[in-house]
Structure formats: C-alpha cells, structure tokens
C-alpha cells in the first residue's frame, strides 16, 4: 500500500458513529485513493479497483465499532492492508471463476469451467450466469455490452473492440470491468438467497 498516514485514535473512535459524515469523509480522503493504489498495484483493473475500495470501505464500516486500539503504534493500518488483500484476493478468485463459466458456457464446454462434478452445481451456475448476464445486458448501454462481450467472451483484444466499437480503449476496459463486476454482483445476490 502507498504510504499511509498516522491514523488518529479519535478519528476511529467517531467512525464507529455511522452518521458522522464529517469523521466519514475524513476517513475516506485519507485512505480512499491509497486503498485503490494498492488494489491496481496488485494487477486489478481501474473498475476492480474501485470495487476494492468499496468492499473494504464496507468492511470498516461493518467492524469498526468492535474495533480496540492495540498498543502497538499502526495496528488498524496493518489490519486495513490486510483486509485490502484480502479482499484483491477475493476479487481475483471471483474474476477467475466466472472468466472461467462464462467461457466454458459460450464454447458449450460445461466441464472446462472447473475441476468439479457439474450435474448439479453446473446447472445451477449456468442459471445464475444467464439470469445475471440478462439483468445486466438490460441495464448497460450496448456499447459497453457489446465491448464486454467481446474481451470477456469472444476474447477479441481490447484494441480490436475499441476500433470496431470506435470508442477509447480504456472505455473498452472500463466497460469490461464494470459489466463483468455487475454480473458478479447479481450472481453473488443471487447465492446468498440461494442459502
């Protein structure tokens, strides 16, 4: 992680108040762009990146109140690079995963989506791919369908898409990362009613 500043012992202990915007927006001009530093250093995209970000700015706000001070000087900044990794790992397994699905689904490939037993599970993940791609192919534009399709599916390279689409490729990536995190999302929503 970047160099990260001295945290402040009252600037933790207002956190654990969540409608102290003030102590929030604080909190978030310190650490915000050092936490998305880390995740791009750690080979993530600009929008994974930000997804980092977000994860982890939801697990302090989930765990700061139980949070103690330790008597050693920087322990909440050895828990947040910590928990940045953690989570840039979490992100990696998931782009893996689902890399993976919806690869072996567009090539008709079940048993190329993983090392496991299908029968069940396969038909499970491939409803939850299709339901999610369908969701999320509605609330994007078709640009930003079509140049995830392409990277993410067909495996066209992002200066292709970017000629054939004529738009930037960074909008190329950028369109790939957020549909794809989109489709994540709704899949992961969509495990957890499953439980």
């Not at 654990?16 to 604080?26: F, L, N, Q, R």
């Not at 599970?121 to 791919?129: F, G, I, N, Q």
């Not at 390279?157 to 930037?168: E, F, T």
């Not at 790939?176 to 957890?192: F, G, M, P, T, Y």
């Amino acid at each position: 992680m970047t160099a990260l500043p001295e945290t402040r012992h009252s600037l933790l202990v207002r956190l654990s108040t969540p409608d102290d915007v003030e102590a929030w927006t604080e909190f978030m001009s310190i650490y915000q762009l050092a936490i998305f530093q880390y995740a791009r250093s750690r080979g993530l995209q600009e929008a994974d990146g930000w997804e980092v970000v977000q994860q982890v700015l939801m697990l302090v706000h989930q765990k700061i109140g139980d949070w103690q001070a330790a008597e050693r000087p920087g322990a909440f900044r050895a828990w947040l690079m910590r928990t940045s990794l953690r989570v840039c790992q979490q992100v990696f397994r998931e782009m893996t995963r689902h890399a993976k699905v919806i690869k072996a689904i567009a090539a008709g490939r079940p048993s190329a989506a993983g090392g496991r037993d299908f029968n069940e599970s396969l038909d499970r993940d491939r409803w939850a791919l299709c339901y999610a791609s369908e969701i999320v192919r509605n609330e994007v534009s078709d640009a930003a369908w079509e140049a995830f399709w392409l990277t993410a599916v067909a495996m066209v390279s992002p200066k292709d898409v970017a000629a054939r689409l004529g738009m930037k490729i960074g909008a190329v990536y950028t369109a790939k990362c957020r549909v794809l995190a989109r489709i994540r999302q709704v899949v992961r929503e969509l495990s957890e009613v499953d439980r």
